[in-house]
């Protein structure tokens, strides 16, 4: 079966100068510097996988639903040292996914949340079809759900959406 949604992760050009700051100037931003201890457990929104054991990450602040409704949202995220940009194919699920519970936002036009559901990673395909089921259903955003973090967005690729 052909899917009609494709997964866009965070552009690396955003997040690669973080990596030559100093401690105190990432703390001065929000921002902390962190050695991978365990695997799965830090999930880059650039690559769209889980760093390795030993790794250097970033966890910052980043405003990842930047819009003027009251769903504007920031939170924490996880960018890797030199993350190459994940670009998953159409329908495709990057496998950082599979094992996490997750939270799905569904958005209109206008910004505002019209659905919202729980899904585990395995079953992410099909929460996503039941979501861009409904037509007023622009985009999505996935969320880790126990810690509320901010994943990647989900866009149509049936050309009726847009991406925010």
């Not at 902390?32 to 830090?42: A, L, S």
């Not at 670009?87 to 919202?116: C, N, T």
């Amino acid at each position: 079966m052909s899917r009609s949604f494709q997964l866009n992760a965070l552009p690396e050009n955003e997040f690669v100068s973080l990596f030559s700051r100093t401690d105190a100037e990432l703390q001065a931003i929000g921002a902390r510097r962190m050695i991978v201890d365990q695997k799965p457990g830090y999930p880059c929104r650039v690559s769209l996988v889980d760093a390795e054991i030993g790794e250097t990450v970033i966890l910052l602040p980043f405003t990842h639903h930047n819009v003027s409704t009251p769903y504007r949202a920031s939170g924490p995220i996880l960018v890797r040292l030199a993350a190459k940009p994940a670009k998953p194919a159409a329908g495709e699920i990057p496998e950082m996914f599979r094992d996490r519970l997750l939270s799905l936002r569904a958005y209109d036009a206008s910004a505002m949340m019209v659905a919202a559901l729980i899904t585990k990673g395995t079953e992410l395909e099909d929460a996503i079809d039941r979501l861009f089921a409904d037509d007023a259903v622009q985009y999505l955003h996935v969320h880790n759900a126990q810690p509320g973090c901010y994943n990647c967005s989900v866009v149509r690729t049936d050309g009726r959406g847009v991406s925010t």
